[in-house]
């Protein structure tokens, strides 16, 4: 099987921070994968824009320091990276003064598509919109990506949106969650809604609970001033797990379209119960052998910051009523793991006796590790002994079903980009989906706050504090492990 490369026209692609953490990890590897695969069309370019003094040479020797750094061995050679290293051009510019903004002006061309990369931080994002307005930098056509943190509650978020609406019209802001560039993410939308066999049991009627889990081994280590700020609710929840559960939830859209898709993901969050305080569960990891806690990052020894959140929500409308979906993130847990389970019911009844054995059938969706999906499935176990049942997974592991093609397949960040240069918007968040997210989520975040309550410490390397075990155990379920 040899992977699609789609032709894209040319481009002139801007980032601001082009010389960030983001933009050397993610960003700009990734684009190199993109032009190696043959998608980054002549006359391409890739201009990166930060305070810093750079000369157009120094970039390229960073960007290639950055290549080497993050693209596997097999998958880069010097070659390609020198002819990528030509694309590549550098302005030293101020978001919030002058400087650089004619440079830039004259360096970006107005007759192939422009699309400007906000990977600064989130404070700078109506700054730069408005500066790429006033020096009529961005045509009507250009396009703009806005990194994440998109607001920190409703009020900010809608400040912000008002901000990018001065100078851009909805149709070219890319607000991006990188969860939804993730092969399994859309792989969700395919299994759904290209084959007969799930969606009609895809409701409560047949669905006994779904589980959402985003767990991260790594700690709040150099950025405990910013998370201290946020804590999970904000930085995980409001967003990327929010994302995967309005992809689990939704309605059939009428058309795999940007704005079909994203009405339906709308009206899931439009129809989340608010959450009470039994149905929450936050946690903070206390200190490991070493001594090192979260409250050791924190600027503040007494922080009520939450870096574990356990949730259970209720979605009111025909299709959900009656299903829950329990939501759990955090960091310094056992292992690094993202997936969606969805746990189908029982059969109706059993034929068999009852010590035969009887497996719910359960629906893996793995974002990380091993992107690819499971489906456990009832069968008899071979051989004599009479009608013995045993759940076996039917696997949909990427890596095997795509052979060495695998590798190829684009990360987040690679696929999310080229949408952008091909303005294709699925795959980003509206304004309106911004903002719904942030008026679920604000009252969840004052109710605590209003209640005083404290995090519950958790081991670091556990699966986080026990009550969120019970918020389980106590509808009779239990989370799936959290393992490597
Ligand atoms: P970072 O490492 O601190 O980089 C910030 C970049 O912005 C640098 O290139 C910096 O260069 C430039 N910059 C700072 N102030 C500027 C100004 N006034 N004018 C122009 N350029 C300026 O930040 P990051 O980790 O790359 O994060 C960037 C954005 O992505 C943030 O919104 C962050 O929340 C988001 N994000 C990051 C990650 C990640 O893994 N890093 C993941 C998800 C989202 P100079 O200092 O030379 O100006």
């Not at 952008?420 to 969840?444: C, Y």
């Not at 389980?472 to 492990?481: S, V």
Request: with cysteine.
């Amino acid at each position: 099987m040899v992977s699609r490369v789609i032709p894209v026209e040319s481009f002139d692609l801007v980032i601001f921070g082009g010389t960030g953490d983001l933009a050397r990890r993610k960003i700009l590897p990734g684009l190199y994968r993109r032009f190696c695969a043959g998608q980054m069309p002549e006359g391409a370019r890739v201009i990166g824009a930060a305070r810093a003094d750079h000369t157009d040479d120094e970039f390229r020797k960073l960007v290639a320091d950055s290549i080497k750094e993050f693209v596997p061995a097999g998958r880069r050679d010097a070659a390609t990276i020198k002819d990528f290293a030509e694309r590549l051009h550098y302005v030293s510019i101020d978001a919030r003064g002058d400087k650089g903004w004619s440079a830039l002006a004259k360096l970006v061309r107005k007759d192939v598509i422009q699309a400007f990369y906000f990977s600064v931080g989130p404070g700078l994002f109506g700054d730069i919109a408005t500066r790429l307005h006033k020096h009529k930098l961005a045509g009507n056509e250009a396009r703009i990506v806005v990194e994440k943190p998109f607001g920190r509650d409703l009020e900010s978020a809608k400040a912000l949106n008002a901000v990018l609406a001065d100078s851009f019209d909805e149709n070219q802001i890319y607000r991006i969650d990188h969860y939804l560039g993730k092969e399994t993410v859309q792989n969700l939308m395919a299994v759904r809604f290209a084959n007969v066999l799930f969606e009609p049991l895809w409701n409560a009627q047949y669905i006994d609970h779904v589980q959402i889990t985003v767990a991260e081994t790594v700690s709040v280590e150099g950025r405990g001033a910013y998370y201290d700020k946020s804590g999970a609710m904000r930085d995980m929840v409001q967003n990327h797990l929010m994302q995967l559960l309005c992809l689990t939830a939704m309605e059939p859209p009428s058309k795999f379209d940007p704005d079909a898709v994203r009405d339906e993901k709308l009206k899931v969050i439009r129809a989340l119960d608010p959450v009470p305080a039994e149905n929450i569960v936050r946690g903070q990891y206390g200190a490991d052998k070493d001594g090192d806690s979260y409250i050791a990052h924190s600027e503040n020894p007494a922080s009520k910051t939450e870096s574990f959140i356990a949730l259970k929500v209720d979605i009111s409308n025909w299709r959900w009523k009656g299903t829950p979906f329990y939501l759990r993130t955090g960091k310094r847990l056992k292992a690094r793991m993202s997936e969606i389970i969805v746990h189908f019911k029982e059969t109706p009844h059993s034929i068999f006796e009852e010590d035969a054995g009887s497996h719910a059938n359960v629906l893996t969706i793995r974002l990380q590790p091993d992107e690819g999906m499971d489906l456990r499935v009832t069968i008899k176990e071979p051989g004599p002994g009479g009608m013995r049942l045993v759940d076996v997974p039917l696997d949909m592991t990427f890596a095997d079903a795509l052979g060495p093609d695998a590798e190829d397949v684009p990360d987040a960040y690679e696929r999310l980009i080229m949408d952008v240069i091909r303005g294709n918007q699925t795959l980003f968040m509206r304004g309106d989906e911004v903002e719904a997210a942030w008026s679920w989520t604000d009252p969840i975040i004052e109710g605590w706050q209003q209640r005083g309550d404290q995090p519950k410490t958790y081991e670091p390397g556990s699966s986080g504090p026990e009550d969120a075990l019970m918020l389980l155990h106590r509808d009779a379920r239990r989370w799936r492990e959290i393992r490597k």
